[in-house]
DNA sequence: TTTACTGCAAAGGGTTTGCATGAGG
DNA sequence: CCTCATGCAAACCCTTTGCAGTAAA
């Protein structure tokens, strides 16, 4: 999504376009790493020194009612999603990361129609997370319990 | 899951046995509805009028490390839950109510092991959430809308 | 010019922690 | 008996709110 579209989108939306709303929005939109509000905040503060962290709130709450990007809830903070297709979220229960995977990509949009189809629930989003461990985080296990068994 | 194995299951985990322990896992595992925090602490209050929240939360985690239970993090709360097989949970926007449907319950099984055998991430559990609006809300949802209308 | 957004500070509320007392194994 | 859980209170931290000044349209 070019700036140009994003301008266009949120003045759709009937919000106003500011630098600030501009430079969060982008610093979801063109992440794939799930930010957090801390680190959408470190991000911007380079260009927005005196930026607060109550405009990235408020910010990341118009961008979701304007259906740009989604809230994910965790057990200790929220991340920003801006992949709103239907698609697995790996987490790794080790360092935290959060990446997106193309792999069950069919699976998810086929589950999807399933349930808009054969249930009495109107599907509006849907989220689809796989809890384990990263092959880094996996490999950095095995080496310990080899270590604790010597 | 009967109290005797339960009692048993909580003992090879090598925690303590005890009444206000008892009461909180049977107030999760023998719910249905993913209750918050809050809904355990006011179902349990009744038979352990002295427990205060700090217990709830103590006990929640144990039961979660010993794999009876799940958090489920949502924006404003968590909930728990007890269903640990892979399934799909429907999250309702309007009430926020969270149901177990056993819709899909064969694809999430085939997408876990997709994702097990194809990538280099070890799933350990996975939270499948379908957000939209219950029957209930939609129906009052088209009622507001047309009367919006006239 | 009007309306709504930003920045700041303070309040809010769910969750965690520290400690003395009490109960489990 | 020793260790760990409970209950209580205070602390913590993420998030929200209210308001004065300011910028978007």
Redesign the interface.
């Known amino acids: 999504m070019t700036q140009q579209e994003l301008v266009a989108w949120l003045r759709d939306w009937g919000v106003r376009v500011t630098p600030q709303r501009l430079a969060i929005a982008e610093a979801v939109l063109n992440s794939t790493d799930h930010p957090s509000v801390q680190q959408i905040y470190e991000r911007v503060r380079d260009h927005f020194p005196s930026m607060t962290l109550a405009t990235i709130y408020s910010t990341l709450g118009v961008l979701e009612k304007s259906g740009l990007i989604q809230?994910l809830?965790?057990?200790k903070l929220?991340r920003y999603e801006s992949n709103l297709e239907p698609h697995?979220n790996?987490v790794c229960?080790e360092c935290g990361n959060v990446v997106d995977?193309s792999?069950?990509q069919e699976?998810?949009l086929?589950?999807?129609a399933?349930?808009s189809e054969?249930?009495?629930?109107?599907?509006?989003?849907?989220?689809?997370?796989?809890?384990?461990?990263?092959?880094r985080c996996?490999l950095e296990r095995r080496d310990r319990e080899e270590a604790s068994q010597v």
């Open positions: 809230e809830p965790f057990a929220s697995v790996l229960i995977t792999l069950g699976a998810v086929r589950l999807k399933l349930i054969e249930s009495n629930f109107d599907v509006a989003w849907q989220r689809v997370d796989f809890h384990g461990w990263c092959r996996a």
